[in-house]
């Protein structure tokens, strides 16, 4: 609840529009942002990270049908497997497994970002 509350004033202040703008304006690309948005949910938990986007991109020029949500929705799902400490269900499995940190990255880590990207770039590809 905590981190939705301080979302929702970075929201008030206007900060998430403006990185929304900074975002813009370095990346350029709107699928390459939603990716590399995606890629932070290996670090931040993706339910604070999609409620951040909803507050960074206007939903009268991003309806709630836009494709920026649906890709945005696989990108923060699936981002959250590139590290284990992406998600609590990784964080799970790391104790119940007795999988280290640098474990998870050498045995599992290179097939999440295999599989991220390859998701990623067909439904990109598939709705281009």
């Known amino acids: ?4 509350l301080a979302v929702g004033a970075l929201e ?9 703008g900074w975002l813009n304006e370095t990346v350029g690309n709107m699928d390459l942002t ?4 995606g890629t932070a949910s290996a670090v931040v938990d993706n339910v ?22 649906e890709l945005l929705a696989f990108c923060a799902g699936t981002g959250g497997s590139l590290l284990v400490i992406g998600s609590a269900a990784g964080v799970a ?6 999988l280290t940190f640098f474990g998870y990255i050498r045995q599992t880590g290179w097939l999440a ?5 390859a998701g990623a770039l067909s439904y990109i590809a598939l709705n281009a």
Request: net charge negative; charged share 10%.
């Open 12 to 20: 008030a202040t206007h900060m998430l529009s403006g990185v929304a």
């Open 93 to 98: 499995v790391m104790g119940m497994e007795r």
């Open 48 to 69: 604070p990270l999609v409620a951040a986007a909803m507050g960074m991109y206007d939903l009268q020029l991003f309806p709630a049908d836009h494709r920026l949500w």
């Open 34 to 37: 939603v990716l590399l948005i």
């Open 1 to 4: 609840m905590g981190i939705l």
């Open 113 to 117: 970002l295999l599989g991220y990207g």
